[in-house]
């Protein structure tokens, strides 16, 4: 069964930096592409950042060039670095891996502080 658990958001002042984990468990890590989606209160989820099964990237306009995703085999987990952080940015962060199926992780909250 696959399963991805997710740790790292936590409430940061602005400018600060945060690193999101999520690792993947039941399923090999080298077949499956992953995202970050994030979901601000009351609206549909947004895609963050994607990688693939290579390891190539894309950002949101949004979040490109304050935000990277990076994935490690030898760990099976996915990171995504945020720097630069905004208030903008506070929401609920959720990865996502797909290979023939999607599955979820449970979601993290990042807040930033003005």
């Known amino acids: 069964q696959v399963q991805l658990v997710q740790s790292g958001g936590e409430l940061v002042q602005a400018g600060g930096s945060l690193r999101l984990s999520c690792a993947l468990s039941?399923?090999?890590?080298?077949?499956?592409?992953f995202g970050w989606h994030r979901q601000f209160p009351g609206k549909q989820r947004e895609l963050v950042a994607t990688?693939?099964?290579?390891?190539?990237?894309y950002y949101a306009d949004s979040v490109k060039d304050r935000f990277t995703i990076s994935r490690d085999s030898t760990k099976s987990t996915v990171y995504l670095q945020m720097n630069g952080l905004k208030p903008d940015d506070t929401a609920v962060y959720y990865c996502?891996?797909?290979?023939?199926?999607?599955?979820w992780g449970q979601g993290t909250q990042v807040t930033v502080s003005a």
């Open positions: 996502y891996a797909i290979y023939i199926f999607t599955y």
């Open positions: 039941g399923g090999t890590f080298s077949l499956y592409a």
């Open positions: 990688i693939s099964s290579g390891g190539s990237a």
